[in-house]
């Protein structure tokens, strides 16, 4: 019973180049959500997506940011033209339900994306 | 939008002391969630509080719910070393017409052996 897969877990980018970061829901959890957290700083929220439907992109950079979450396949968080200050893990999130329904989050490991 | 603040921002302890973090918020709450992350790890879920005084435990962990419903607390017995991490509330808050859960910035607890 796998959890929730990202990968890569390590992701190391120069200035101008793409970062893709998947993540891949437990099972049977239909909502995935992704955050960024800085060090030694809190988990700041980013997106929540459904299969095939952003339901909230409130935290999401309006530039260079996007994520989509296809029929089929893995979510994919994609930032363009990163910059340094987009150093951080990224982690994604996924839940049977949308919270206050019994069920807290199940995290991944998360991805550190270094950019250099 | 909805906020929680978590204090204290980091916390020494001795081993076998006791540890205690709270998060308070300025609305009333519909739940609360807690989640512990160790250093270089990824955010587990504890626990969820629904109920006005709810009070849980978990073995060492006590987690209460207020009465009022707008502030909470985890409390450990007795540290040890593997309690070491930095432990966050959670509330569910309702933005642009979704449901998410916006996190505190967390207190991160040292374990003294």
């Known amino acids: 019973n796998a959890g929730v897969m990202q990968n890569p877990r390590h992701l190391v980018r120069r200035r101008g180049q793409e970062a893709r970061l998947r993540c891949s829901p437990m099972?049977?959890?239909?909502?995935v959500y992704w955050y960024r957290q800085l060090p030694e700083e809190g988990l700041k929220f980013m997106v929540y997506?459904?299969?095939?439907?952003?339901?909230?992109e409130s935290g999401m950079p309006k530039e260079r940011f996007s994520a989509e979450f296809p029929k089929e396949g893995p979510s994919i968080l994609r930032i363009q033209q990163v910059v340094r200050g987009d150093s951080a893990a990224y982690f994604c999130?996924?839940?049977?339900?949308?919270?206050?329904?019994?069920?807290?989050?199940?995290f991944g490991s998360g991805t550190r994306l270094t950019v250099v | 939008g909805q906020q929680v603040m978590q204090i204290p921002q980091y916390q020494h302890v001795q081993e076998g002391e006791d540890f205690t973090t709270y998060c308070n918020s300025s609305?009333?709450?519909?739940?609360i969630q807690w989640y512990k992350q160790r250093p270089g790890g990824h955010p587990v879920f504890l626990i969820q509080?629904?109920?006005?005084?709810e009070v849980k435990k978990q073995k060492r962990l006590t987690f209460q719910f207020g009465e009022a419903k707008k502030n909470s607390s985890l409390h450990i017995t007795a540290t040890q070393t593997t309690d070491v991490g930095t432990y966050f509330c959670?509330?569910?808050?309702?933005?642009?017409?979704?449901?998410?859960?916006?996190f505190g910035k967390g207190t991160k607890l040292s374990v003294i052996p």
């Open positions: 609305t009333t709450l519909s739940n």
């Open positions: 099972k049977g959890h239909s909502h």
């Open positions: 509080l629904v109920k006005s005084g």
């Open positions: 959670a509330v569910a808050y309702s933005g642009a017409g979704s449901y998410q859960l916006t």
């Open positions: 999130a996924s839940s049977p339900t949308t919270p206050g329904g019994g069920y807290g989050y199940t």
């Open positions: 997506l459904q299969k095939e439907n952003i339901i909230d």
